[in-house]
């Protein structure tokens, strides 16, 4: 025991200010690099936060912004059916129209042809009548062709600016 006590006493307090120094020391290293450690983690978290939150704002910007093309799309597309529905309306009552006329030129020429009196006459009638019949259905099927062409261009119309606009849109993101 008498070894032990001597060790004991050999330890002088200028030795134990050394270790208390050191330690210290090595306590305040520690802490540095804790909070060196911890400011870097926050710098970081806020530079993902920060990038997070434009990523959300271009997200949310990309989306209004397709749900803005989405409905000029629609309303497009609305728009060529009404140009079309009533282009077609306006059409069927034109050939209507024309089939009516056909039909009272027909009934006239079938009166005509009741008080003939020979058949000269039945075969000039006749012949009259069928080139006039001829020549007024080629006209009629003229004007509807240009008709239609006519319609399918006005129908088309917003659906072609539409594409125009997608061009132009996707052309830019490119």
Known sequence: MSTVKAK??????????AVNTAT???????????????????????????KMKEGVEKAMKSAEEFVAFSQGNVEAIMKSGQIWATGVQDLSKHIAAAAQASMDESMSAFKALTSVKSLKDVFELQSSFARAALEKT?????????????????ALAPITARVSVAVEKFAKAA
């Open 8 to 17: 004991i006493t050999e330890v002088t307090p200028a030795d134990n200010t």
């Open 24 to 50: 210290t020391q090595t306590i305040d290293a520690t802490v540095t690099n804790m909070k060196d450690g911890i400011a870097k983690a926050t710098a970081g978290f806020e530079a993902t936060q920060v």
């Open 138 to 154: 080629l006209a009629e099927s003229g004007k509807v062709t240009e008709a239609s062409m006519k319609l399918t261009e006005q």
